[in-house]
């Protein structure tokens, strides 16, 4: 007979644990198209045709394992396998693992689907490479269209289309609508410790914050650092630093986030007044209206201070996503009625491709796994394997309940 | 008959007008032991075999090409061929082509040394790529040990001695002194505006002012840029860009310099708060007290507040070099009588290898050449061609002082 669920899980999750890791920090960088992410897409075909499942490519990289079964449109469920840059290895994986051990899970059960169940990955989910977050959804639900996507480039002006062609994929057409997918329920580790705190291991999502990516373009005046006076300069990394201190303090204020985790200098050469400082902007909000009022606020401070610094400041919104809230009946159907009581049912300040098919009129939902530390984006981003293998029986119940 | 001095000069610049020339921004990238400065130092091996001098190579990959005459040490005159990132080409090459362009005035007036009459060029001036300046003058002259210099690294992790011997050096003892050179004159494009405003073409340097690098390391905690609440996180970026702003406000208000022009984010990624951010300080000032004294007190400020972010400071002098006073014998000798009167003699916050070479007890002095802007470090730096030939005559003028 073949091995137990848990054998399943720990062994698919061994396969993973090295491929893209960094000896140096613990963490992973698994970008899309490239060499580490590629093999865990090869390794996720493989688990595929393991399982006799069938498996469909969409023109972008994005993949559905279909378990055909019954009729009508299918339950999908899933997640991504790229990463943040040196981020941790449960953001995405842990999605498609429990997906394909709780596909294992029904079959052990003798489970008989009434609609087909697909296992999906899509595409570059963090937006590491080409700097738009869940570039594969949206691409695949027509929340982008691909016109406009595929002259996205990456920090060594590779465009989209030339990263993907290297991989076979030629771009197209959306195509994902409640046509094909009934519905969608992503698990993930959560990326706080709301279920630390209520002693859960498995929580619902309710709903996602607006989130924005926003891109300072600072441009000033290179000089010799040694020669050039100061009240001479035109210095963009003062405009810069004063920006960064700014969105701390304004998001702190507001009780929201904002963060410059990213910045690029130019020449970035240590005696030289730089004549370029690019840093982008992660802000996220409880409310629309809360986002754009922090935005503003910040753009405010830093056109004053680039003003006084005599530097030239643009900013340009990568990508603003509202708030999702996920929905209502489906979060009913998954959280109620359950032996040991309703799950929790908790929001979450993280952008994940189940907001963007939300967006696009796919009824979706998320199962959120118990994070002990909260720690995300990190090698320090961890989660428990008994509070895994308690997700994995979680999402197994739901497919049952969505495909019966 | 051959080409004029004149003629000479502009055939050379031109010449160089090319070699790693950025297309985009007009600067050049002239790294050391990289293509476009090998050009560059393959280029002055020609030069010197035209004019049949006899070329030294030393085990750094410094040259002095010699005008063996008369007895005794050498007097010697050259700069560097290296640039910093995206820099101009003045700053270095002027002082090769304007040696070059002496010596053929010197032979084309018939001259006849008293003593052998080299010019030189030093390896790593900028300290670009490893991160030390006047690199190849140190080392020459045993100010900086090839022990500890084969070490340093540079931004891709090629340690100094495998990039030199992948360009035929093996590095070596020091060698550079007195007992081979009598005195060293080096001409440079001026990096400031007094020439200007004194409505002179050429100047005499009179001292360097004081000039230090620091690496500040900054450490913290990487995490979720939405999910983690700004109370909670220990961002080093938020330490880095107030110590960026503190020691612009330091430098304003003491009138010294200091300048933040190169920083590396880990992960640099947008939706991480970051792990690591690693930022160079270049400072100077007129005394040495009055370095001491600004470092200090941007230190401390960071220290505070690396304190209040909960994040980990480390501040690693990368070279520190004390006020150089250019020998008053040889700047009377090369600034008085002249028929149009004194030259005039001005100090420079720039660090170039005459400093060097003084500090270690050669007799130094340097030529500055009228720079209209003043601006340096910078695809904007200039010098117009007439000023360009009177730096010329100037320092054939000074050869022939110094070397009957």
Request: charged share 25%; net charge negative.
């Amino acid at each position: 007979m073949g091995a137990s669920v848990p054998d399943h899980f720990e062994r698919m999750w061994s396969d993973l644990a090295p491929v893209g890791r960094s000896a140096h920090s613990g963490g992973y960088f698994r970008q899309p198209f490239a060499a580490a992410e590629r093999e865990l897409d090869a390794w996720f075909v493989e688990q595929v045709s393991a399982r006799g499942l069938r498996l469909e490519t969409d023109a972008f990289g994005n993949r559905i394992a279909w378990w055909d079964a019954g009729e009508g449109p299918g339950v999908m469920t899933g997640s991504h396998l790229d990463s943040v840059l040196d981020g941790g290895g449960y953001d995405g994986p842990l999605g498609v693992v429990s997906a394909l051990a709780a596909v294992d899970r029904l079959h052990e059960r003798g489970f008989r689907p009434a609609r087909p169940i697909g296992v999906s990955v899509f595409v570059e989910e963090e937006g590491s490479r080409f700097g738009l977050a869940c570039l594969g959804s949206r691409l695949a639900t027509g929340a982008t269209t691909w016109a406009k996507a595929q002259v996205l480039k990456d920090r060594d002006d590779v465009r989209l289309d030339e990263a993907m062609s290297s991989s076979g994929m030629t771009g197209g057409d959306p195509w994902l609508d409640r046509s094909r997918v009934a519905c969608f329920v992503e698990l993930h580790v959560e990326q706080g410790r709301d279920l630390v705190d209520r002693g859960a291991a498995v929580g619902v999502a309710s709903r996602i914050w607006p989130h924005g990516r926003y891109r300072f373009d600072i441009s000033g005046e290179p000089n010799h650092a040694g020669t050039t006076r100061m009240e001479d300069r035109h210095d963009p990394m003062l405009t810069y630093a004063m920006t960064a201190l700014a969105a701390n303090k304004q998001a702190r204020l507001a009780g929201q986030r904002a963060t410059f985790g990213r910045v690029d200098t130019a020449p970035n050469s240590t005696n030289s007044v730089p004549s370029a400082v690019t840093a982008w902007m992660d802000a996220r909000c409880e409310s629309d209206e809360a986002l754009a009022s922090l935005v503003g606020a910040i753009v405010r401070q830093a056109r004053d201070r680039a003003e006084r610094d005599g530097t030239r400041l643009t900013v340009t919104p990568e990508s603003v996503s509202g708030a999702v809230d996920f929905d209502p009946d489906l979060i009913s159907r998954i959280a109620a009625d359950h032996e040991d009581g309703d799950w929790p049912v908790l929001p979450t300040q993280a952008g994940h491709d189940a907001g963007i098919l939300s967006a696009q009129g796919i009824p979706s939902a998320m199962l959120f796994v118990r994070n002990p530390t909260g720690v995300s984006h990190s090698p320090a981003e961890h989660a428990e394997m008994p509070d895994c293998l308690a997700g994995v029986d979680a999402l197994a119940e739901t497919l049952a309940r969505l495909a019966s």
